[in-house]
DNA sequence: AAGCGGATCTACT
DNA sequence: GTAGATCCGCTTC
């Protein structure tokens, strides 16, 4: 069984629900995704075309697009093919091998709560910048992505976080009731009356 | 050459 | 729940 990936982020981002990613000693199994659909998604890095730093996300499709964001990495696994620029943001995950490792670089932080976010995910992995455009499907490569071994998990869908533009779209899926899903929004907007604007 | 705003995180009230 | 630290890419002067 091998890692689904569909040419859009939105429908390839909760099929990666449940795959491992590994990097050296620590793998983790992602939890929580956020899907970025290229050039026609205001929200997304590729949405004024290509540039130096998302040109990896114009490459072919299995490849790992890391930037940088607040003096932190955040790591994108490419799905569309050559030419068009659909990724899927890893936001959280559960670290199921390398533990020691993982806490080595994250001291004092609870077990659940090492790769929860973006930037703390990146970090328990060890991914930086120079990850950047590595084939996760290459046997070779440092990093990889792994098919899911379990059953599909149960998923909760909402907004994308920290995002100022295209807020309203539900492009978010994480685990349901996974502790180390992210909590810096509400899990769904609560909408009461409708003049609450963003 | 400089300013602005962002796919963040941690600490503190 | 809120504020502030912190850094880089992109736009503009």
Known sequence: MSVPLDP??????PLLLGTVL????????ITEVEAYEGMKDPASHAF???TARN???FGPPGRLYVYTMHGHFCANIVCSP???AN???VRAG???DGLAYARARRPGVPDHRLARGPGNLTRALGISLVDGGTDLFDTSSPVRLWPREDEPPGISVGPRVGVSRAAEVAWRFWVSGDPTVSAYRPAVRRVRGRS???
């Open 94 to 96: 559960r670290v199921v």
């Open 87 to 89: 990724a899927v943001l």
């Open 55 to 57: 040109a990896v996300m």
């Open 196 to 198: 609450s604007s963003l």
């Open 22 to 29: 590994r990097r050296g000693e620590v793998a983790v199994e």
């Open 48 to 50: 004024k075309g290509p």
């Open 8 to 13: 859009s982020a939105v429908v390839s981002a």
């Open 82 to 84: 050559e030419g068009d």
